[in-house]
């Protein structure tokens, strides 16, 4: 939801993890002030591609909010609306991880055991430089708060129709720009899933990216929150679900659902052969998968 609806909904709890927020762009240098006129001003054109800066507020979801005891989480974005155009699709374009891929790494770790963890990098995109000259527009009650947090950036305010407005250019890779996945993600991720054998190697390999990066959220065990999915293992068992993403998104449609969909699969895709012979021993997965 917007910072708006949220500071609406959740009064105090939502401005502090704007305030929060705010002070981690901060602290990771991600852009400096412009000033709107004068000789060492932006430009009327550049002015005119500014993009403004979105906040949001988001509900945990799979940290376990709820309305009466909400999780929070606040997010600033770039409007990479005004960017569309300007660059070919090769130079935006960012690999991820292809979903095949991660269950049947899911499904290795369950078989044989490993020991896993998932960790998040902090800032992720903010740990890379952005490499153009990219300008963009704070406007609303935003300004105060960042006055409040860095009153040197009061010299590069000026006044639109009546409202103040902060311009300031981007010097780290901030979300929502089109090019800030592929800034970060050619040298390095952010959601990593890790697991091995054994557990000094996992936390060796921890070890080296915190050593870069800083101190990351890592969670060790058998329950994992993953790109928005819920993976949890049990004896030689995985399980990957969304159901509270599903559950909220059919919330959030305010419709009844009073009818089922025609799926393309058999009836019987999930009944058990038991006259089906055991796989036992060494499991071939290129041969099972084709």
């Not at 609406?8 to 929060?20: H, R």
């Not at 780290?172 to 050619?186: D, E, H, N, P, T």
């Amino acid at each position: 939801m917007s910072a708006k609806q949220g500071l609406m909904k959740y009064n105090k709890e939502a401005e502090l993890k704007l305030i929060a927020e705010f002070a981690h762009l901060l602290e990771f240098q991600v852009f400096h002030g412009v000033k709107a006129d004068g000789p060492d001003g932006i430009s009327l054109e550049e002015e005119r591609g500014a993009g403004d800066m979105i906040n949001l507020i988001e509900e945990k979801i799979n940290r376990g909010h709820t309305d009466e005891n909400p999780v929070l989480g606040a997010r600033s974005n770039f409007n990479g609306r005004v960017q569309r155009g300007i660059y070919t699709k090769d130079e935006t374009a960012s690999p991820t991880v292809d979903q095949d891929s991660l269950f049947i790494t899911c499904i290795v770790n369950a078989i044989k055991g490993r020991f896993k963890t998932t960790s998040d990098v902090r800032g992720a995109y903010l740990n890379a430089k952005m490499k153009d000259r990219v300008i963009m527009r704070i406007s609303g009650p935003e300004v105060n708060i960042f006055f409040g947090l860095d009153p040197s950036l009061k010299e590069f305010v000026t006044v639109v129709r009546g409202k103040k407005v902060l311009y300031v250019q981007l010097d780290r890779a901030l979300y929502g720009c089109v090019k800030s996945s592929i800034l970060w993600i050619c040298w390095y991720i952010d959601n990593n899933n890790i697991s091995h054998v054994k557990l000094e190697v996992v936390q060796d390999i921890i070890g080296k990216i915190e050593a870069k990066f800083g101190k990351m959220t890592n969670k060790y065990g058998g329950e994992h929150g993953f790109l928005g999915m819920k993976i949890s293992y049990k004896d030689d068992k995985v399980e990957i679900s969304m159901k509270k993403h599903i559950l909220k998104a059919i919330d959030m449609f305010m419709e009844d659902i009073n009818r089922e969909a025609t799926l393309p699969a058999k009836a019987y895709l999930f009944d058990v052969r038991e006259v089906a012979k055991d796989l036992k021993g060494p499991i071939d997965l290129k041969r099972i998968i084709g």
